[in-house]
């Protein structure tokens, strides 16, 4: 069955760089069509996409974040990981994972991890 | 970016009623649209994708219509369960968007 976990700090400092790991099971982003996303959501806010990576190693990013991101996997290990960088207090957010197969909806997401931004 | 408006914001609404949500993009994308639940504290869930396609599992009273910038998403007969917000994204740029969500709550 497929199933994804969000894994990293749950307190950054402003300025500091945020990492974050996806670990997945259940499928392999070595095949053709899958994807895998992150998207987040501040507390009481609406989702927001930030970025994502395909089986092909294509990469996409938010335009207003992507100066800030950058995504990747490894294969062998079965993870993808979001760099953040330059973190403010307005970047506190729960930060999810999503699979995807290309046009196709984010049919199976993380339980998310809260990320807080203060000093 | 493809800009997603959803609404209404919020809508009350007894258990039985007909809810219908909308969603429109700042451009066409075909069918490439999929909808979203989300109850407090869970990730969301996927109910239709490609705008009228039912994800495995979802109840029939779950509906999705629409193509081009106009999508629908309609709950038949709204159960206790349903309360819940719901949000539409588009999956046509691989820049995804997502609407600013619809919370549907108890009248």
């Known amino acids: 069955q497929v199933t994804l976990r969000e894994s990293g700090p749950a307190l950054v400092k402003p300025t500091q760089t945020l990492t974050l790991t996806c670990t997945f099971s259940g499928f392999s982003l070595s095949t053709s069509g899958m994807c895998v996303s992150w998207i987040r959501q501040p507390p009481g806010k609406a989702l927001e996409w930030l970025a994502r990576?395909?089986?092909?190693?294509?990469?996409y990013y938010s335009t207003s974040l992507k100066t800030r991101l950058t995504i990747s996997k490894d294969t062998s290990k079965n993870q993808v990981v979001l760099t953040m960088t330059n973190m403010d207090p307005v970047d506190t957010a729960t930060y999810y994972c999503?699979?995807?197969?290309?046009?196709?909806?984010?049919?199976?997401w993380g339980q998310g991890t809260l990320v807080t931004v203060s000093s | 970016d493809i800009q997603m408006t959803q609404s209404p914001s919020s809508l009350s609404a007894s258990v039985g009623d007909r809810v219908t949500i909308t969603c429109r993009a700042s451009q066409s994308i075909s069918s490439y649209l999929n909808w979203y639940q989300q109850k407090p504290g869970k990730a969301p869930k996927l109910l239709i994708y490609a705008a009228s396609s039912l994800q495995s599992g979802v109840p029939s009273r779950f509906s999705g219509s629409g193509s081009g910038t106009d999508f629908t998403l309609t709950i038949s007969s709204l159960q206790p369960e349903d309360f819940a917000t719901y949000y539409c994204q588009q999956s046509y740029h691989p820049q995804l968007t997502f609407g600013g969500g619809t919370k549907v709550e108890i009248k």
């Open positions: 999503a699979r995807s197969n290309r046009g196709d909806g984010l049919d199976y």
């Open positions: 990576i395909d089986w092909d190693d294509d990469k």
